[in-house]
Protein backbone atom coordinates (compact mmCIF):
# COMPACT_ATOMS: atom_id res chain seq x y z
CA UNK A 1 0.00 0.00 0.00
CA UNK A 2 1.36 3.46 -0.86
CA UNK A 3 1.94 6.38 1.64
CA UNK A 4 -0.68 8.23 0.21
CA UNK A 5 -3.17 5.35 0.42
CA UNK A 6 -2.49 4.54 4.23
CA UNK A 7 -3.26 7.52 5.22
CA UNK A 8 -6.66 7.50 3.19
CA UNK A 9 -7.50 4.47 5.15
CA UNK A 10 -6.36 5.33 8.35
CA UNK A 11 -8.55 5.82 11.31
CA UNK A 12 -8.70 9.25 13.47
CA UNK A 13 -7.57 8.29 16.78
CA UNK A 14 -9.96 8.53 20.03
CA UNK A 15 -8.07 9.19 22.43
CA UNK A 16 -5.41 11.82 21.29
CA UNK A 17 -8.45 13.95 19.99
CA UNK A 18 -9.30 16.80 22.30
CA UNK A 19 -10.36 19.49 19.58
CA UNK A 20 -12.06 19.70 16.39
CA UNK A 21 -13.36 21.78 14.15
CA UNK A 22 -15.74 21.73 11.37
CA UNK A 23 -15.49 24.22 8.49
CA UNK A 24 -18.63 25.08 6.56
CA UNK A 25 -18.63 29.04 6.49
CA UNK A 26 -21.70 28.83 4.12
CA UNK A 27 -24.34 29.15 2.87
CA UNK A 28 -27.31 28.85 4.93
CA UNK A 29 -29.09 25.91 3.76
CA UNK A 30 -25.53 24.04 3.04
CA UNK A 31 -24.95 24.84 7.32
CA UNK A 32 -27.81 23.38 7.90
CA UNK A 33 -27.28 20.39 5.94
CA UNK A 34 -24.12 19.98 7.72
CA UNK A 35 -25.75 19.39 10.88
CA UNK A 36 -25.51 15.43 10.98
CA UNK A 37 -21.28 16.16 10.81
CA UNK A 38 -21.46 18.10 14.24
CA UNK A 39 -23.73 15.21 15.47
CA UNK A 40 -21.24 12.54 14.64
CA UNK A 41 -18.30 14.24 15.58
CA UNK A 42 -19.75 14.65 18.92
CA UNK A 43 -20.71 11.14 19.20
CA UNK A 44 -17.45 9.85 17.86
CA UNK A 45 -15.33 12.46 20.41
CA UNK A 46 -17.75 13.12 23.00
CA UNK A 47 -14.71 14.54 25.52
CA UNK A 48 -13.53 16.86 22.74
CA UNK A 49 -14.05 20.06 21.76
CA UNK A 50 -15.62 20.80 18.74
CA UNK A 51 -15.56 24.09 17.20
CA UNK A 52 -17.67 25.32 13.73
CA UNK A 53 -15.80 27.87 11.82
CA UNK A 54 -18.90 29.49 10.08
CA UNK A 55 -20.00 33.28 8.74
CA UNK A 56 -20.92 35.17 11.40
CA UNK A 57 -24.72 35.89 9.77
CA UNK A 58 -25.37 32.17 10.34
CA UNK A 59 -24.30 31.34 13.25
CA UNK A 60 -27.88 31.05 14.97
CA UNK A 61 -28.24 27.80 13.00
CA UNK A 62 -26.37 26.06 14.96
CA UNK A 63 -25.40 27.90 18.08
CA UNK A 64 -28.07 26.28 20.14
CA UNK A 65 -27.01 22.85 19.49
CA UNK A 66 -25.55 21.03 22.34
CA UNK A 67 -22.59 19.30 20.77
CA UNK A 68 -21.31 23.00 19.89
CA UNK A 69 -18.74 24.68 21.78
CA UNK A 70 -17.82 27.60 19.89
CA UNK A 71 -19.49 29.16 16.27
CA UNK A 72 -15.72 30.97 15.09
CA UNK A 73 -16.51 33.66 13.08
CA UNK A 74 -15.56 33.77 9.49
CA UNK A 75 -15.79 37.00 8.56
CA UNK A 76 -16.07 36.66 4.45
CA UNK A 77 -17.01 40.25 3.70
CA UNK A 78 -13.98 41.62 5.22
CA UNK A 79 -12.19 38.99 3.20
CA UNK A 80 -13.99 39.62 0.30
CA UNK A 81 -10.68 40.23 -1.93
CA UNK A 82 -8.31 39.14 0.28
CA UNK A 83 -5.66 38.23 -3.01
CA UNK A 84 -5.14 42.67 -2.92
CA UNK A 85 -2.06 44.06 -0.80
CA UNK A 86 -2.83 44.47 1.95
CA UNK A 87 -5.88 42.76 3.05
CA UNK A 88 -3.86 39.19 1.64
CA UNK A 89 -1.47 39.95 4.83
CA UNK A 90 -4.19 40.68 6.83
CA UNK A 91 -6.13 37.12 6.01
CA UNK A 92 -2.85 35.40 6.17
CA UNK A 93 -2.70 36.81 9.83
CA UNK A 94 -6.14 35.67 10.44
CA UNK A 95 -5.42 32.49 9.19
CA UNK A 96 -2.57 31.70 11.17
CA UNK A 97 -4.65 32.34 14.44
CA UNK A 98 -5.87 28.63 13.99
CA UNK A 99 -1.89 27.29 14.16
CA UNK A 100 -1.90 24.25 16.19
CA UNK A 101 -5.30 25.02 17.89
CA UNK A 102 -6.65 21.69 17.04
CA UNK A 103 -6.06 17.94 16.88
CA UNK A 104 -9.18 17.02 13.88
CA UNK A 105 -10.50 19.58 11.22
CA UNK A 106 -13.02 18.62 8.56
CA UNK A 107 -13.34 20.70 5.50
CA UNK A 108 -17.28 20.53 4.31
CA UNK A 109 -16.54 23.52 1.81
CA UNK A 110 -14.22 22.06 -0.34
CA UNK A 111 -13.46 25.23 -1.58
CA UNK A 112 -10.34 27.22 -1.41
CA UNK A 113 -9.93 29.41 1.28
CA UNK A 114 -12.12 27.08 3.52
CA UNK A 115 -8.57 24.45 2.20
CA UNK A 116 -6.49 27.06 3.07
CA UNK A 117 -7.66 27.80 6.51
CA UNK A 118 -7.82 23.50 7.05
CA UNK A 119 -3.94 23.57 6.17
CA UNK A 120 -3.17 26.65 8.65
CA UNK A 121 -4.41 24.60 11.57
CA UNK A 122 -1.37 22.61 11.00
CA UNK A 123 -3.89 19.71 12.92
CA UNK A 124 -2.41 16.22 12.62
CA UNK A 125 -5.40 15.14 10.82
CA UNK A 126 -7.08 17.54 8.33
CA UNK A 127 -9.83 15.35 6.20
CA UNK A 128 -11.57 16.81 2.76
CA UNK A 129 -12.79 15.48 -0.39
CA UNK A 130 -10.12 14.25 -3.16
CA UNK A 131 -12.11 16.27 -5.78
CA UNK A 132 -12.87 19.28 -3.75
CA UNK A 133 -13.11 22.30 -6.17
CA UNK A 134 -10.16 25.27 -6.61
CA UNK A 135 -7.07 23.30 -5.07
CA UNK A 136 -9.00 23.13 -1.45
CA UNK A 137 -7.43 19.64 -1.16
CA UNK A 138 -3.92 20.70 -1.38
CA UNK A 139 -5.09 21.62 2.51
CA UNK A 140 -6.16 18.05 3.07
CA UNK A 141 -3.62 14.98 4.53
CA UNK A 142 -6.41 12.88 4.62
CA UNK A 143 -7.67 13.35 1.09
CA UNK A 144 -10.88 10.35 0.62
CA UNK A 145 -13.38 10.21 -2.56
CA UNK A 146 -16.82 10.72 -1.53
CA UNK A 147 -19.91 9.78 -4.21
CA UNK A 148 -20.80 13.19 -6.16
CA UNK A 149 -24.05 12.27 -7.19
CA UNK A 150 -25.44 11.40 -3.46
CA UNK A 151 -27.24 13.93 -1.46
CA UNK A 152 -25.04 16.27 0.36
CA UNK A 153 -25.59 15.17 3.69
CA UNK A 154 -24.33 12.13 2.58
CA UNK A 155 -21.67 12.68 1.04
CA UNK A 156 -20.00 14.42 3.68
CA UNK A 157 -21.20 11.59 6.43
CA UNK A 158 -19.46 9.52 3.77
CA UNK A 159 -15.99 11.37 4.24
CA UNK A 160 -16.15 11.32 7.86
CA UNK A 161 -16.99 7.40 7.93
CA UNK A 162 -13.76 7.18 5.46
CA UNK A 163 -12.04 8.00 8.70
CA UNK A 164 -14.05 5.30 10.59
CA UNK A 165 -16.58 7.42 12.37
CA UNK A 166 -19.78 6.48 12.62
CA UNK A 167 -22.11 9.04 10.62
CA UNK A 168 -25.12 10.44 12.27
CA UNK A 169 -28.03 11.36 10.38
CA UNK A 170 -29.37 13.58 12.75
CA UNK A 171 -30.34 17.04 11.19
CA UNK A 172 -32.12 18.56 14.10
CA UNK A 173 -32.03 22.21 15.00
CA UNK A 174 -31.95 23.67 18.67
CA UNK A 175 -33.38 27.14 19.49
CA UNK A 176 -31.94 29.66 21.39
CA UNK A 177 -34.06 30.74 24.46
CA UNK A 178 -33.47 34.28 22.77
CA UNK A 179 -35.61 32.81 19.97
CA UNK A 180 -38.03 30.95 21.81
CA UNK A 181 -39.01 34.20 23.71
CA UNK A 182 -39.09 36.16 20.79
CA UNK A 183 -41.91 33.84 19.02
CA UNK A 184 -44.30 33.51 22.05
CA UNK A 185 -44.20 37.01 21.91
CA UNK A 186 -45.16 36.91 18.06
CA UNK A 187 -49.08 35.67 19.16
CA UNK A 188 -49.39 33.99 16.04
CA UNK A 189 -52.63 31.16 17.14
CA UNK A 190 -52.06 27.89 17.27
CA UNK A 191 -52.20 27.27 14.16
CA UNK A 192 -50.16 29.09 11.38
CA UNK A 193 -48.43 28.41 7.82
CA UNK A 194 -45.34 29.77 6.80
CA UNK A 195 -44.46 29.86 3.03
CA UNK A 196 -40.69 30.95 1.97
CA UNK A 197 -41.43 32.01 -1.61
CA UNK A 198 -38.21 33.50 -2.34
CA UNK A 199 -34.72 32.80 -3.98
CA UNK A 200 -31.88 34.18 -4.82
CA UNK A 201 -32.02 32.17 -8.41
CA UNK A 202 -34.87 33.14 -10.36
CA UNK A 203 -35.02 29.61 -11.89
CA UNK A 204 -35.54 28.63 -8.53
CA UNK A 205 -39.28 30.69 -7.96
CA UNK A 206 -42.14 29.55 -8.64
CA UNK A 207 -44.30 32.31 -9.91
CA UNK A 208 -45.36 34.50 -6.89
CA UNK A 209 -49.09 35.12 -8.28
CA UNK A 210 -49.77 31.07 -7.88
CA UNK A 211 -49.12 31.42 -4.06
CA UNK A 212 -52.13 33.54 -3.72
CA UNK A 213 -54.39 30.26 -5.52
CA UNK A 214 -53.30 27.68 -2.39
CA UNK A 215 -54.36 30.02 0.23
CA UNK A 216 -58.20 28.60 0.61
CA UNK A 217 -56.88 25.03 0.99
CA UNK A 218 -54.93 26.52 3.70
CA UNK A 219 -58.08 27.92 5.08
CA UNK A 220 -60.07 24.99 4.26
CA UNK A 221 -58.07 22.90 7.16
CA UNK A 222 -58.47 25.72 9.99
CA UNK A 223 -54.92 27.81 9.46
CA UNK A 224 -55.43 31.25 10.96
CA UNK A 225 -52.28 32.91 9.73
CA UNK A 226 -49.77 32.73 7.36
CA UNK A 227 -46.04 34.12 7.70
CA UNK A 228 -43.90 34.87 4.82
CA UNK A 229 -39.99 34.26 5.49
CA UNK A 230 -37.22 35.14 3.61
CA UNK A 231 -33.86 36.97 3.30
CA UNK A 232 -33.47 40.66 3.63
CA UNK A 233 -33.53 42.65 0.19
CA UNK A 234 -36.05 39.72 -1.00
CA UNK A 235 -38.96 42.08 0.16
CA UNK A 236 -40.32 42.57 -3.79
CA UNK A 237 -40.46 39.05 -4.42
CA UNK A 238 -43.45 39.03 -1.74
CA UNK A 239 -45.55 42.52 -2.85
CA UNK A 240 -47.31 40.38 -5.54
CA UNK A 241 -48.37 38.09 -3.01
CA UNK A 242 -49.31 40.03 0.03
CA UNK A 243 -51.68 42.11 -2.37
CA UNK A 244 -53.49 38.83 -3.30
CA UNK A 245 -53.70 37.76 0.10
CA UNK A 246 -56.61 40.64 1.08
CA UNK A 247 -59.74 38.86 -0.17
CA UNK A 248 -57.85 35.53 2.66
CA UNK A 249 -60.06 34.82 5.31
CA UNK A 250 -56.35 34.49 7.25
CA UNK A 251 -53.99 37.11 8.11
CA UNK A 252 -50.79 37.46 6.14
CA UNK A 253 -47.82 38.20 8.03
CA UNK A 254 -44.96 39.46 6.12
CA UNK A 255 -41.34 38.79 8.23
CA UNK A 256 -39.11 38.82 5.00
CA UNK A 257 -36.11 39.82 5.81
CA UNK A 258 -37.65 41.14 8.83
CA UNK A 259 -36.55 38.48 11.38
CA UNK A 260 -32.72 36.87 12.42
CA UNK A 261 -32.06 33.76 11.17
CA UNK A 262 -33.00 31.98 14.76
CA UNK A 263 -35.98 33.68 14.57
CA UNK A 264 -37.02 32.69 11.52
CA UNK A 265 -36.22 29.38 12.38
CA UNK A 266 -38.55 29.64 15.44
CA UNK A 267 -41.59 30.52 13.33
CA UNK A 268 -40.59 27.11 11.25
CA UNK A 269 -40.61 25.30 14.57
CA UNK A 270 -44.38 26.09 15.31
CA UNK A 271 -45.81 26.21 11.61
CA UNK A 272 -48.44 23.75 11.10
CA UNK A 273 -47.40 23.30 7.95
CA UNK A 274 -44.33 24.90 5.61
CA UNK A 275 -44.50 25.83 1.66
CA UNK A 276 -40.89 26.70 0.43
CA UNK A 277 -39.05 26.41 -2.52
CA UNK A 278 -35.26 25.05 -2.82
CA UNK A 279 -34.16 27.52 0.24
CA UNK A 280 -32.25 27.84 3.46
CA UNK A 281 -35.72 27.84 5.35
CA UNK A 282 -36.63 24.36 3.35
CA UNK A 283 -33.44 22.32 5.05
CA UNK A 284 -34.47 24.42 8.55
CA UNK A 285 -38.00 23.12 8.46
CA UNK A 286 -36.45 19.55 8.06
CA UNK A 287 -34.17 19.64 11.39
CA UNK A 288 -37.53 20.66 13.01
CA UNK A 289 -39.52 17.44 11.69
CA UNK A 290 -42.78 20.09 10.55
CA UNK A 291 -44.95 19.42 7.87
CA UNK A 292 -43.38 20.60 4.29
CA UNK A 293 -44.43 20.65 0.58
CA UNK A 294 -41.33 22.00 -0.92
CA UNK A 295 -41.00 22.78 -5.17
CA UNK A 296 -38.16 22.09 -6.88
CA UNK A 297 -37.23 22.78 -10.94
CA UNK A 298 -34.03 23.40 -12.32
CA UNK A 299 -32.03 21.62 -8.68
CA UNK A 300 -32.06 18.28 -8.28
CA UNK A 301 -33.85 16.89 -4.75
CA UNK A 302 -31.88 13.81 -4.84
CA UNK A 303 -28.84 16.03 -4.51
CA UNK A 304 -30.15 18.65 -2.15
CA UNK A 305 -33.66 18.33 -1.41
CA UNK A 306 -35.24 17.89 2.24
CA UNK A 307 -32.65 15.33 3.59
CA UNK A 308 -35.13 12.28 4.38
CA UNK A 309 -38.22 13.61 3.21
CA UNK A 310 -38.86 12.88 -0.62
CA UNK A 311 -41.96 12.79 0.25
CA UNK A 312 -42.47 16.30 0.86
CA UNK A 313 -40.97 17.52 -2.90
CA UNK A 314 -42.97 18.45 -5.72
CA UNK A 315 -40.88 18.51 -8.82
CA UNK A 316 -41.83 20.46 -12.06
CA UNK A 317 -42.53 17.69 -15.13
CA UNK A 318 -39.51 17.62 -17.41
CA UNK A 319 -36.90 19.14 -15.14
CA UNK A 320 -33.57 17.84 -14.85
CA UNK A 321 -31.75 19.86 -12.98
CA UNK A 322 -29.25 20.94 -15.61
CA UNK A 323 -30.75 25.13 -15.83
CA UNK A 324 -28.17 26.99 -14.98
CA UNK A 325 -27.87 28.69 -10.87
CA UNK A 326 -27.57 32.13 -12.81
CA UNK A 327 -30.45 31.71 -14.63
CA UNK A 328 -33.40 33.81 -14.31
CA UNK A 329 -35.76 32.28 -16.35
CA UNK A 330 -38.83 30.49 -14.55
CA UNK A 331 -40.14 28.47 -17.11
CA UNK A 332 -39.32 25.58 -15.67
CA UNK A 333 -40.99 25.96 -12.06
CA UNK A 334 -44.01 27.21 -14.18
CA UNK A 335 -44.91 24.00 -15.05
CA UNK A 336 -46.06 23.18 -11.10
CA UNK A 337 -49.32 23.68 -11.75
CA UNK A 338 -51.24 25.20 -8.30
CA UNK A 339 -53.85 22.36 -8.36
CA UNK A 340 -50.99 20.19 -7.93
CA UNK A 341 -49.11 21.85 -4.79
CA UNK A 342 -53.24 22.13 -3.30
CA UNK A 343 -53.24 18.40 -3.94
CA UNK A 344 -50.15 17.85 -1.76
CA UNK A 345 -51.08 20.36 1.02
CA UNK A 346 -54.21 18.88 1.33
CA UNK A 347 -52.81 15.21 1.49
CA UNK A 348 -49.93 17.01 3.94
CA UNK A 349 -52.66 18.30 6.25
CA UNK A 350 -54.77 15.26 6.07
CA UNK A 351 -52.23 12.71 7.20
CA UNK A 352 -50.96 16.02 10.50
CA UNK A 353 -54.41 15.70 11.22
CA UNK A 354 -55.02 12.21 11.58
CA UNK A 355 -51.57 11.55 13.33
CA UNK A 356 -52.73 14.69 15.95
CA UNK A 357 -55.81 12.38 16.88
Same mark, same amino acid.
Given at each position: ??????? +?????????? /?????????????????? @?????????? @??????????????????????????????????????? @??? %? *????????????????????????????????????? /????????? *????????? =?????????????????????????? $???????????????????? $???????????????????????????????????????????? +?? +?????????????????? &?????? %???????? #?????????? &?????????? *??????? #?????????????????????? @????? =????? =?? &?????????????????? +?????????? /?
Amino acid at each position: MSPQSSL +EHSEAPREST /RSVLLVRPSALGDVCRSV @PVLASLGRAF @PSARIDWLVQPEFVDAIRAHPTLNEAVDFPRSRFARWWF @PPR %T *FEFLRWVRTFRHRYDLVVDCQGLFRSGLVTRATGAPI /RIGDRNARE *FAWLGYNRR =HVVDGHAHSVDRWLALIASEGIEPIP $DTRLYLSDEDRHWHRAQSLG $DRYAVIAPTSRWGSKRWPIDRWSKVLPSLADHGIEAVVLVGAPG +EQ +EQTATLRQGSSSSPMSMI &DMTGRT %TVGQMMSL #LNGASIVLSC &DSAAMHMTVG *FDRPLVA #LFGPTDPSYVGPYGRPDAVIRA @PGATG =HVSHR =HH &DDSTMSRITHTAVIQRVN +EVLDAEGSSS /R
